[in-house]
């Protein structure tokens, strides 16, 4: 597994992933420790999602900005790739993006990296009075936005007219410490739209499902890759997992029983995710490097309370734990 880089998501209580009881200051510093416990451990990168309530509103539990949680964890690590997987392109203005990114960067001493997506909850939107096109408008939306922010990166002074966005006179400094600027991913699998968009704007892409799902998306991508004259290899693409990590296969049962909180066909819930001890879960995962996945994000929705993630790193990377 030389060639992978891992990731891991930091949680920021969209998935009731921060215990409710803790004060203000201390839901940061629970997400920022454990930024810190994957730099130790290893891990390449970490990422954030952008969410502005709870999937489980019922839980009540607090939502952290994606953009405030790089910036507090540009300075709580020093070699980590900090990157958004994905911001939800509909809650955001892709010039002003621009602007907080490049800071970002600057912050981080050139260690941001941007995903992008449609965004997958309109009724989140809804709720707090941001319009959600259609999903065609949205995928479309991310092949602009990338365009976007590299002219704002790039250019002294960006004019811009596009169908979803119009810049005039934008001057955005100070640039992004990487230069041309920091890697874009578009999220999503659609495979007749998003994954054409990947092919002709992304530098990478980010999968989700079971390895036959990731399988199929790859062949369908390296054929838009062909139909652009662009090489497959020059995208990176990432496959983006929850780990459930157990010492027997009946801790892991029950792991996956608590976490399965929509109640899916429990068969295809683990298909989907790499469930069982440290060493089960790293040959779940060769089955996706197989196929020529080189990035793999990954969530544990236990990271605040359990040492999941070290433990995961340990089998999967040699780390010590």
């Not at 009881?21 to 420790?33: K, N, V, Y």
């Not at 290893?42 to 999602?49: K, L, P, Q, S």
């Not at 936005?145 to 004019?159: F, I």
């Not at 020529?292 to 995961?312: K, M």
């Amino acid at each position: 597994m030389s060639e992978l880089r891992l990731g891991c998501f930091v949680p920021q209580g969209w998935r009731s992933d921060l215990p409710r009881e803790l004060a203000p200051t201390a839901l940061w510093d629970a997400m920022t420790a454990v930024a810190v416990r994957a730099e130790r451990s290893g891990y390449g990168a970490v990422w954030v999602y952008d969410h502005l309530q709870s999937v489980f509103p019922e839980d009540r539990s607090p939502v952290l900005d994606p953009l405030l949680s790089l910036a507090r964890l540009a300075s709580a690590t020093s070699q980590v790739r900090l990157g958004t997987m994905c911001l939800a392109l509909p809650l955001h203005r892709p010039a002003i993006l621009a602007h907080q990114l490049a800071l970002l960067d600057g912050m981080s001493g050139g260690r941001v990296e941007v995903g992008i997506g449609a965004g997958s909850s309109p009724s989140e939107g809804q709720a707090f009075g941001v319009p959600f096109p259609s999903l065609r408008e949205r995928i479309m939306a991310c092949g602009e936005a990338a365009e976007l922010l590299r002219a704002c990166w790039g250019h002294d002074v960006t004019h811009f007219e596009g169908r979803y966005s119009v810049v005039e006179d934008a001057a955005i400094y100070p640039k992004p410490i990487q230069r041309p600027g920091p890697p874009i991913w578009i999220a999503g699998g659609g495979e007749r739209l998003t994954l054409w968009q990947v092919a002709r704007h992304a530098d990478g892409c980010s999968l989700f499902g079971p390895p036959s799902r990731v399988a199929r998306k790859l062949d369908l991508l390296a054929e838009h890759c062909r139909s652009l004259g662009r090489p497959l290899e020059s995208v990176r693409v990432a496959v983006v997992l929850d780990c459930l990590v157990a010492d027997s296969d009946a801790a892991a049962d029950h792991l996956a029983e608590r976490h399965n909180r929509h109640r899916e066909d429990p068969s295809a819930y683990r298909a989907r995710r790499l469930v069982g001890s440290p060493v089960a879960c790293a040959q779940q995962l060769q089955e996706y490097l197989d196929l020529g996945v080189s990035e793999v994000c990954c969530y544990f929705p236990d990271a605040v309370r359990s040492d999941s993630l070290e433990r995961l790193a340990h089998a999967v990377l040699g780390t010590t734990h």
